[in-house]
């Protein structure tokens, strides 16, 4: 079964530090993984998109990584602000429409 | 401005009262899709369209029935609402017509309660 687990659950960190999220994923064959963020009661936007050939991809402090081989994701926040709680998924996509979403990790930064 | 949305965004209902929630896209995208998300699992695909009169079941379909009779429209019937289908519910659209590498453009969601 196609899966994607994120770690962890949830994270709480001081404003100005930094954080890494992880996805691991088995979703076979792989199209993309896309990071998105889910502030609470919205919709979720989306980060970041990278396909098979990309290893790294950037937006603003945002950094998303991807080892297609391990099939591992990161995704790096850089000196976090308190607009950054929120709850972030990863999404791997197989192709025809299989896109298969992780629980996703709840950040909560503290002042 | 660029928007997915949907109607109502808050619904407190009772057992077997049928329902619909509507979902409409002002971007010309082919591809629309919904998802339930539940607490501590992923979201969930009911049901997708790839374009006009083209839609196929997702992973939890059972219970729900869309329409595709117009590009910017994807409404979610509920024919008669069940306690298991309350949740969170979210439209989704993209320009590409099997949602692979488009951004996928999300509503703001619907809460749907089921008494």
């Known amino acids: 079964k196609n899966q994607v687990e994120q770690s962890p659950q949830s994270l709480i960190i001081l404003e100005g530090k930094n954080c890494t999220l992880q996805?691991?994923?088995?979703?076979?064959?792989?199209?993309?993984l896309r990071w998105y963020k889910q502030d609470t009661g919205r919709g979720p936007v989306s980060l970041t998109i990278?396909?098979?050939?990309?290893n790294t991809k950037s937006n603003g402090r945002y950094t998303a990584t991807l080892d297609a081989d391990t099939k591992q994701s990161s995704l790096h926040i850089t000196a976090s602000q308190l607009s950054d709680s929120a709850s972030y998924i990863c999404?791997?996509?197989?192709?025809?429409?299989?896109?298969?979403f992780g629980a996703g990790t709840r950040l909560t930064v503290k002042p | 401005e660029a928007q997915v949305t949907q109607n109502p965004r808050y619904l407190i209902t009772v057992t077997g009262k049928k329902l619909t929630v509507t979902c409409s896209q002002n971007m010309n995208h082919e591809y629309m899709s919904w998802y339930r998300q539940d607490p501590g699992l992923g979201l969930r695909q009911i049901y997708y369209?790839?374009?006009?009169?083209?839609?196929d079941k997702g992973d939890v379909p059972e219970g729900y029935k869309v329409s595709r009779k117009e590009k910017r429209n994807f409404p979610l019937i509920l024919e008669s609402p069940s306690p298991n289908q309350t949740s969170l519910y979210f439209c989704a659209s993209s320009l590409e017509d099997r949602g692979n590498t488009g951004e996928l453009f999300f509503g703001e969601g619907s809460r749907l309660t089921v008494l």
């Open positions: 990278m396909t098979f050939s990309e």
């Open positions: 999404v791997v996509s197989a192709g025809n429409n299989d896109m298969r």
């Open positions: 369209s790839m374009n006009v009169e083209v839609t």
């Open positions: 996805c691991n994923y088995t979703v076979s064959p792989f199209s993309n």
